[in-house]
Structures are given as structure tokens and as C-alpha cells.
């Protein structure tokens, strides 16, 4: 069923704003409890970042990038015929062909939406008080929701530098315009060093495009435990990926659709089809008249919320990437969920929020990256030099060893420990397969384990994942 062009009820139990991972979470579980409840979405797709131009258009690309190497590694396995070692990518089929898939998921959203009895409302939206929401239609017609309360989840954007800043900026795009580009490029910059950079100059790097990465430190992934940074950052240009340390961006020069020059503050001028800003992202916020209802906004736009997700003003409630906190899309299904159980789920539920502490989440670089709880610095500070200690193995996958020494990825697996019973505070993975094997250990760290309970599992033989339960 599309949209409602008016409202359909004189008042709701709750109004959310959003439709991304979140707000259809949030929304469905509260209709699910027999709430009155409205869905509010700015564009005409329901999936927000994740489905759209996230998460799940980003792994399907990494997977496709993983088929790549995959061809390039059968040789080793005495793979023959046309084809083999010299992979040959069509990325002008396969955009629409993931594009579609997408679209498919928005049908399964706005299904799920409308199965549930969500009211769902296209439009931009405007608190005009903690009950009152107004929504302004595309044709520029607007309507008044009434609700008992409003959850914000409109979650973030890309940022890209301003032409005052750095001139010619804006010729570059970002990682949304990533998903837009109808044709492989044979020449890119990415500026960033985050996991977003990270992942998207893989992609490019591995199906064929010749990667221009400019990083302000010496690694990337700089809040991330450094061992998983410093293995990655080597095996990326192991694999060819041009590294500019130290450098930042002062000007670009050239045209749209042309050739663009990327100068750098270290007298370098690299010429690429493409430029992409992975600098960061910062919250959906603006226009949505918080501020002015006394809704508390942290420096940098993010609404600032306490353990219950509750905003400054009573009834009015945040989560997901507007908040700043965790930017994942499982945080926000999750902090969603618990928020309607604990508002309309009855007395099981009455204490439900979610917990911001040992939140697993992965890396789809190449190799792809695990990892949960506390980095290693992060723990000497919390718990002291002398409580802390380091298990680590590093290692190459059984996959590899059929394969040529110049594409054998390394494995590094480091286990974090406090106190003398050796309480798991982090575990921090890189190599084959961490992606999948991060799951399951987060569930350990998540429970309390300590080093002797994985010593006590019998290991899984041969795995990667075995490293953790026979680390010494």
C-alpha cells in the first residue's frame, strides 16, 4: 500500500520519523503490541542508508570483489580454461542487476510496514511540539499528526568538504554517489581512512580500478585496535593500492564528468576520473525544528539522548545514527526494538534498553575485519599496564596454501584479557572469513567469558575461527 496522503487517525500513541533500519523497526514492533502508530519518510524508499546506499549495496559489492580474487586464486587450484587468474568484471550489468535486488527489498519493507498496521506518511518532517508533527508532502501541501510521543531516527549523511574550504571539492562525491556511478572508473582517490574508505577502495581496488588513498596518519582505521590498522594498511598497498600518508586535500581541479586533479598540502597533483570523500558523516538534524523546542544537540548535530534514548524534552525520543553513538544498523533495530517494548510491551519489558557496551561489528576490507569490546589501549588506560594482557596469533588461512605467496592475506588474531581470571575485554580479528567468525565471539565476550572458557571449547579443525580457543 503506498503512502497516506492524510492522516488517518485524530492521534497516534507515537510518530516516527524516519524510515530507515530504525524507524521501520521501531515502528513495527510498537504496531505489533497493538500501538496507533505513524511512520514518517522523507524519500520514497523505506531502508534508509543501510538497504539503499549501505550496508547491504556495499557487501554485495565486496562480494563481488571477493569472486574477483576468488578467479584470481584458482589458478593454484589447477583451475583451468578461459578466464582463470584474468577476471574480467562488467560493472555497467551488474549496477542495475544490484539495483534491483534493492528495489526488491524496499517492496519487502513497505510490505512488512503496512502487514504490521503502520500508518506510513511520504513526506519531510517538522516537531512543532512533543505532540504535534507536521508533515510536508513532495507537492508542497502539508498536514498535522497528533501523538502522544515522537521518536527521531533520521539518521546521517556524508560529508563533503565545502568549495570554500577546499576549492573544487564538490567535483568529488560521496560514498552515496558511490552506488550512482553507472560505469567503473580507472582512476580514483578516496580521502578517508575510516572503515567507509576502507571498504569502498577495496571494492575499487580489487575489481581492477587503479586507488589513490589519502590518509592524514600512517594507517587507517585509526580507532580501531592498531594491529588490525597496521595489517591492513600494509597488505592494501601489498595489493597496489597507492597510499598518501600525511596528506591532506587543499584543491581540485577540473570539470564534472571530466578529469580531476587532487592536490595535497605535500605538493602532490594526482589525476583521477574520480574522487571520493569517506571523511565522515553527520546527522540528519537540520530543519527538523528540535532546537527550537529545547531538544539538546551535541556540537556536531547529534541529538543527545540518556540510557533510555529519552531527549531533553520528555516524550520526545532519538536513536540510531542521529545520535552519534554506535552508527551501525543493528544498533539502531536493536535500541528501536527495546524502545517499543519497554513503552507499550507491558511489565516483561518495563526496565528494556539497549546496552551501548561490547557491540560487536565488522570490516569488509580485504581482508575482512572482527571485532568487539575494548581496543588495547583502550583497556590499559581503563584497567592499568599491569592487568592487561595480550593473546595474539598471526597466521595465514589453510585457504592460501594452494595459492602463490604474493596473495596469501595474512590472518592476526589478538585476544584482550584483564584480571586474574582473565576476563575477555576485546577481541580484535583480521583475515579469511573474520566477518562471520566475530558473530559467535561476541556473544562470549558479551556474556563474561573469560580465557579459560575458551580454552575449555574443543576446538573446530581446520578453521581460522580454531585460533581463538587454542591461543597461548
Not at 570554500?164 to 582517490?189: C, H, T
Request: hydrophobic share 35%.
Amino acid at each position: 500500500m503506498p503512502p497516506v496522503t492524510k492522516p488517518g487517525l485524530a492521534k497516534y500513541d507515537i510518530v516516527w520519523i524516519g524510515g530507515g533500519s530504525g524507524g521501520v523497526a521501531g515502528a513495527r514492533r510498537a504496531a505489533s503490541y497493538g500501538a496507533k502508530v505513524a511512520l514518517i519518510e522523507a524519500t520514497e524508499r523505506l531502508g534508509g542508508t543501510c538497504v539503499n546506499v549501505g550496508c547491504v549495496p556495499k557487501k554485495i559489492m565486496w562480494h563481488a570483489a571477493d569472486i574477483a580474487d576468488k578467479i584470481r586464486h584458482a589458478e593454484g587450484y589447477q583451475f583451468k580454461g578461459p578466464g582463470i587468474g584474468a577476471p574480467q568484471f562488467s560493472w555497467s550489468t551488474f549496477k542495475p542487476q544490484r539495483d534491483a535486488y534493492i528495489r526488491r527489498l524496499n517492496g519487502i519493507y513497505d510490505s512488512n510496514v503496512e502487514k504490521e498496521g503502520v500508518e506510513q506518511h511520504h513526506g519531510f518532517a517538522k516537531v512543532l511540539s512533543p505532540t504535534s508533527v507536521r508533515v510536508t508532502r513532495p507537492d508542497g501541501t502539508s498536514y498535522d499528526l497528533q501523538t502522544d510521543r515522537i521518536v527521531v531516527a533520521t539518521g546521517g549523511r556524508p560529508t563533503i568538504p565545502s568549495d570554500n574550504d577546499i576549492p573544487g571539492a564538490s567535483l568529488g562525491i560521496d560514498s552515496d554517489g558511490f552506488f550512482d556511478l553507472e560505469e567503473q572508473p580507472k582512476r580514483v582517490a578516496v580521502v578517508g581512512a575510516g572503515y567507509i574508505a576502507v571498504e569502498l577502495a577495496g571494492v575499487f581496488n580489487t575489481l581492477g580500478t587503479t586507488v589513490h588513498s589519502f590518509i592524514r596518519g600512517d594507517t587507517v582505521l585509526r580507532t580501531f585496535d592498531p594491529a588490525l590498522g597496521d595489517v591492513l594498511t600494509k597488505w592494501m598497498g601489498h595489493t597496489g593500492i597507492n597510499f598518501h600518508p600525511g596528506s591532506n586535500v587543499v584543491r581540485v581541479d577540473g570539470a564534472p564528468g571530466k578529469p580531476l586533479t587532487v592536490h595535497t598540502d605535500k605538493g602532490e597533483a594526482v589525476e583521477v576520473d574520480v574522487l571520493l570523500w569517506a571523511i565522515g558523516r553527520h546527522a540528519n538534524t537540520e530543519q527538523l525544528g528540535l532546537e527550537r523546542l529545547g531538544v539538546k544537540l551535541d556540537k556536531k548535530g547529534d541529538v543527545v539522548v540518556d540510557d533510555w534514548q529519552q531527549s531533553s524534552v520528555p516524550g520526545i525520543f532519538a536513536l540510531g545514527d542521529v545520535c552519534g553513538r554506535a552508527q551501525l544498523t543493528p544498533v539502531a533495530i536493536a535500541a528501536a526494538r527495546r524502545l517499543s517494548n519497554r513503552l507499550y510491551g507491558g511489565e516483561k519489558f518495563k526496565n528494556d534498553k539497549l546496552s551501548y557496551e561490547n557491540i560487536p561489528t565488522v570490516v569488509f576490507s580485504h581482508p575482512t575485519i572482527g571485532t568487539v569490546g575494548l581496543t588495547e589501549p583502550e583497556a590499559r588506560k581503563k584497567y592499568g599496564d599491569e592487568n592487561v594482557k595480550i593473546y595474539k596469533s598471526s597466521f595465514r588461512a589453510l585457504y592460501f596454501s594452494m595459492i602463490p605467496e604474493e596473495h596469501k592475506e595474512p590472518s592476526l588474531y589478538k585476544l584482550i584479557v584483564t584480571g586474574p581470571e582473565e576476563l575477555v575485554v576485546g577481541i580484535h580479528i583480521i583475515g579469511l572469513g573474520s566477518d562471520e567468525v566475530m558473530q559467535g565471539f561476541g556473544v562470549a565476550v558479551k556474556m563474561g567469558a573469560r580465557k579459560q572458557d575458551l580454552d575449555d571449547t574443543v576446538a573446530i579443525h581446520p578453521t581460522s575461527g580454531e585460533e581463538l580457543v587454542t591461543l597461548r
